[in-house]
Nanobody, 125 residues
Framework: VQLQASGGGLVQDGETLALSCAAS????????MGWFRQAPGREREFVGS????????DYRDSVKGRFTISRDNAGKTLYLRMSNLKPEDTAVYYC???????????????????WGQGTLVTVSS
């Protein structure tokens, strides 16, 4: 499976930006997809995830109500709509996916066995 993220860029504080992630290869093996991010000088952190079959989502507290994860019906494209962006959202955003049927901790880096290359989001104040 290959993941290709796109849509990053420079926006102002309070603006909206949408990221996309195109999955190719054996996408039928994927059960979970999501996003992580890594700000300069900080550890990579969970942003949100979605269960492919049910569409159930999970978000870190700091983005709840501002970020929305969705996927297309085929489960081959993942989206992250980010509204009311803040400077602290500045980071490289990574698209992730897992072929595991069940996740012990869906917020853990180790739960995801496929990673995209990352796309930079910069929010200026």
């Amino acid at each position: 499976v290959q993941l290709q993220a796109s849509g990053g860029g420079l926006v102002q504080d309070g603006e909206t930006l949408a990221l996309s992630c195109a999955a190719s290869g054996r996408t039928s093996s994927l059960h979970f997809m999501g996003w992580f991010r890594q700000a300069p000088g900080r550890e990579r952190e969970f942003v949100g995830s979605i269960t492919k079959s049910s569409g159930q989502t999970d978000y870190r507290d700091s983005v709840k109500g501002r970020f929305t994860i969705s996927r297309d019906n085929a489960g081959k494209t993942l989206y992250l709509r980010m509204s009311n962006l803040k400077p602290e959202d500045t980071a490289v955003y990574y698209c992730v996916a897992s072929s595991r049927v069940r996740l012990i901790n869906g917020r853990s880096i180790s739960s995801y066995n496929y990673w995209g290359q990352g796309t930079l989001v910069t929010v200026s104040s």
